[in-house]
């Protein structure tokens, strides 16, 4: 299963979907948060960028690009619109 969604989660033998997986873990107890959502989100974030980077050099820092500008988005929809409502 690729947890990496909206991405693709090996490039030939490398594989970084168990950070993918971790990020989604991370991200799932994140939401049900009522408290530092936004900080706690980048520690996961950030946490997931090292974890690629660590199989594959700068392929976690555009990932980190990209989960940091449509993660709240995803989120917003996943959670049914009320993550980026409880931010305000």
Known sequence: MNHCTG???????LSWNHCCRQHDDHSDAIDQLS???EFFQLLADETMRS???KVLPVMGDVMFLGVRVFGPIYRWIKNGKTYALARR
Request: net charge positive; hydrophobic share 30%; glycine share 8%.
């Open 7 to 13: 991405w693709f989660s090996r490039l030939g033998c």
């Open 35 to 37: 408290y530092d959502r």
């Open 51 to 53: 974890c690629v980077n």
